[in-house]
Each structure stands twice: as C-alpha cells, then as structure tokens.
T-cell receptor, first 112, second 110 residues
Framework: DSGVTQTPKHLITATGQRVTLRCSPR?????VYWYQQSLDQGLQFLIQ???????AKGNILERFSAQQFPDLHSELNLSSLELGDSALYFC???????????FGPGTRLLVL | SQQGEEDPQALSIQEGENATMNCSYK?????LQWYRQNSGRGLVHLIL?????REKHSGRLRVTLDTSKKSSSLLITASRAADTASYFC??????????FGRGTSLIVHP
C-alpha cells in the first residue's frame, strides 16, 4: 500500500459526459501528479501540482483539467468524453517534487 | 526526448534464473527510477538511482546507471513467479518528472 488513495476504482460512462477523479496523496506529500495509461499511448504524464499550484504540464487535453485543494487532495476533471479517453488514470505523490513518486491504485475509466 | 525505452519488450524465464532488463534514454538526467506494475494495478517503486551513482542494490534487485551511454539496467536475481509483472524505467530530467516507456513484460514460470 503506497498511501495514495484514488476514487472511484472503476467508472463507466457515456461519450460526451463529464467525470471527476479524486486523489488523496500520502500524508505530508505536497506534490501530486496525474498520469494516463492506455494500450496505445502507454503511461503519459498529464499534469503536476505542488502545494496547490500547477507546476508542470504534460500531454493533457484541453478537455481535461485538474486542481489541488488546500488539504492537498487533487481532482482530475474529464469533460466531453470520447471513446479514446478510456484508460487507467493514476495519481502519484511525492514530498517536495524531487523525490520518489508513489502511485495510487488507479481509476479505470470506460467510455461507451 | 526524456522518455525511457526498455529492452527487451518481453522476457520469459524459469524460476530461479536471473532477469536483466535494459533502459536507454536520450537526454541528460537528474535521477532514474525503476517501477514494477502487476497487470492493471498501480505502479510500485523499486529503486531510484541518482545521476552521480553507478550502482544500487535493494534485496534481489541491482540497478546500474551509465550516464555516458545514457543507459541503465535492472537485474533481478533468483527470480520468483511473483516477479511476473511489467517493469518500467523512468528517467527524470530537470523537472524531476518521471517519463515512462512501454516497459518490459517479464514472465517467470514456476
């Protein structure tokens, strides 16, 4: 158990819908990362937050957005969902953003 | 790019044998991390090796780093069926964000 929690574990929704994925980092970790893992793209970095502020952006679509709240939990919002958004979405956390990242169990999203 | 590329893509061995996986990357790094992922599960951190380190051990795992060749290797000794998983290397550049390749799929037969 990494100490990073993600909810929900599974999500099934329809094209065009919007969903919110939630992540709670390990106690004391200030940095949160979001990744998308799909069969064709592999594990892609989406975005990083550090203590509430966006720190780095990767291959995140404009239909996706994220935020980190004062209690340091983070949410990833996916809107106007397409079939191709079906994937595993992982959250990871680290202490100061330069240390080992610890991954949560992931949210499996299926868009029908 | 910073992305690591693992080789081989797949490896099948018998229990008790050693497994070696290689990783190459293209630009300079600060750290390089190795992770394991069991099918459909989260990634488990194995080892972090810094750019000024050449070798690191953790139990049955041995990681080497050659920054002049921009390559790293992960050796699992005396493999077990429970080691069956995908293994990823993740180089980190100036942003300290791991970038993942496609991984090596390891199957250890009992």
């Amino acid at each position: 158990d990494s100490g990073v929690t993600q909810t929900p574990k599974h999500l099934i929704t329809a094209t065009g819908q919007r969903v919110t994925l939630r992540c709670s980092p390990r106690s004391g970790d200030l940095s949160v990362y979001w990744y998308q893992q799909s069969l064709d793209q592999g594990l892609q970095f989406l975005i990083q937050y550090y203590n509430g502020e966006e720190r780095a952006k990767g291959n995140i679509l404009e239909r996706f957005s994220a935020q980190q709240f004062p209690d340091l939990h983070s949410e990833l919002n996916l809107s106007s969902l397409e079939l191709g958004d079906s994937a595993l979405y992982f959250c990871a956390s680290s202490g100061d953003g330069k240390e080992t990242q610890y991954f949560g169990p992931g949210t499996r999203l299926l868009v029908l | 790019s910073q992305q690591g590329e693992e080789d081989p893509q797949a490896l099948s061995i018998q229990e008790g044998e050693n497994a070696t996986m290689n990783c190459s990357y293209k630009t300079s790094i600060n750290n390089l991390q190795w992770y394991r992922q069991n099918s459909g599960r989260g990634l488990v951190h194995l080892i972090l090796i810094r750019s000024n380190e050449r070798e690191k051990h953790s139990g049955r795992l041995r990681v080497t780093l050659d920054t002049s060749k921009k390559s790293s290797s992960l050796l699992i000794t005396a493999s077990r069926a429970a080691d069956t998983a995908s293994y990823f290397c993740a180089p980190e550049g100036g942003s300290y964000i791991p970038t993942f390749g496609r991984g090596t799929s390891l199957i250890v037969h009992p």
